[in-house]
């Protein structure tokens, strides 16, 4: 067992802290073994798969939870033309047309000064093995968006531990009409070794900063999903209706967002009167369930390879406690979270998401 000292957390729960990470480090070995010894599930085998979940219909717990998800009813939209013109953004010393901005392989990177030099897995992908830059994704700071996920400052070994789960199969989502989990899982067969751990390197080591607006709501302006994100209507269509029990995270700019992908640009989300309080009370007092500050640590700013869950996307985490709850999420760590997640409801899911994206980042 590799020793471990807690990097935060009050001494009163160091040791109970302790005996949490020594659970997951006792998984290292395996871990290693996964990686190097487990075949990769094959393109054929992952396209198989995903099409059969795909065409199942959502489970009860995620038709609960479509908030978290918002897929798009329908064939999407097809993206507007390029006319060549040039688009720029306040702040910024470059232009961009609207297919440089959204290029899989090498998209517009408007703040260069933001971020260390990106290895060019993150910067331009490898376009011979049809891995997109993760920089069109998560963008070059790694805050990401409601539809993927933040992954700036999140622990190096976790990081690449999530990839491996991805290449290995065991990363699905509970809704099978998400399209870019398996896009994600493809990315992780076809990664080699270096390049995890080149963008484990370069995300794991950027600050997460805050990005999102938290507000307490009874109602939230009237949206429409978008590519797993909730986009504010315009014009006569524009106007606010009851939030209900659900959670509404949209950008503050949708032109920036949506268009520019602007990576300075971030989001509010709506979230019920009273949940933040109910999350908090789940996430640090004894309850239905194991509090989360037992392995996340006191602040929950993570320990070890547990992750931060501080001011991260409210959709990300609810996606995430459903996928871990209903098993589509398997892999190395999760059997740790599976009886945390086991009596959770909707409703306590919500309460969590709405609790733990409210908090200042660490």
């Known amino acids: 067992m590799a020793s471990f000292v807690p990097a935060r957390g009050a001494a009163a729960t ?34 198989a798969a995903t099409n059969a979940q795909r065409n199942a219909a959502p489970p009860p717990l995620v038709v ?77 700071n790694g805050k990401g968006r409601p539809e993927n996920a933040g992954i700036a400052g999140l622990n190096k070994d976790y990081f690449v531990q999530q990839l491996y789960d991805f290449k290995h199969g065991a990363r699905q989502s509970a809704d099978g009409r998400k399209p870019n989990t398996p896009i994600m899982a493809g990315f992780g067969v076809a990664m080699t070794d270096e390049e995890i751990r080149q963008s484990a390197e370069y995300f794991s080591a950027l600050k997460w900063a805050s990005w999102i607006e938290v507000v307490e709501s009874d109602t939230v302006p009237k949206t429409r999903p978008a590519g797993g994100m909730w986009l ?23 032109e920036y967002t949506e ?78 979270m599976q009886p945390v997640v086991a009596n959770l409801t909707a409703d306590d899911i919500l309460n969590l998401a709405a609790y733990l994206s409210s908090l200042p980042p660490g």
């Open 64 to 140: 609960e939870l479509a908030w978290a998800y918002a897929i798009t009813p329908g064939p999407a939209a097809p993206a507007p033309p390029d006319d060549g013109t040039k688009l720029t953004l306040p702040g910024a010393d470059k232009s961009f047309t609207l297919d440089q901005i959204r290029n899989r392989m090498g998209p517009a990177d408007w703040f260069p000064g933001d971020h260390p030099a990106m290895p060019s897995i993150v910067a331009i992908g490898r376009e011979a093995a049809g891995i997109w830059a993760c920089s069109l994704c998560h963008y070059p």
């Open 232 to 254: 504010r209507l315009e014009g006569a269509d524009a106007g606010t209706e009851p939030l209900g029990r659900r959670i509404i995270e949209t950008p503050k700019n949708t």
């Open 259 to 336: 268009k520019l992908r602007n990576p300075r640009s971030g989001f509010t989300a709506y979230v019920p009167k009273g949940s933040i309080a109910k999350g908090e009370a789940l996430a640090t007092k004894p309850s239905k369930t194991t509090q989360c500050t037992i392995c996340h640590g006191a602040d929950l700013g993570g320990l070890a390879v547990v992750p931060t869950l501080r001011g991260r996307s409210p959709s990300y985490i609810a996606r995430q406690l459903a996928d871990l709850k209903l098993g589509t999420r398997h892999g190395l760590w999760s059997p740790l």
């Open 14 to 47: 160091a040791l109970v802290l302790a005996v949490c990470a020594a659970l997951l480090y006792d998984g290292a070995a395996s871990a290693q073994a996964t990686r190097s010894s487990a075949p990769a599930p094959t393109t054929a085998a992952q396209a």
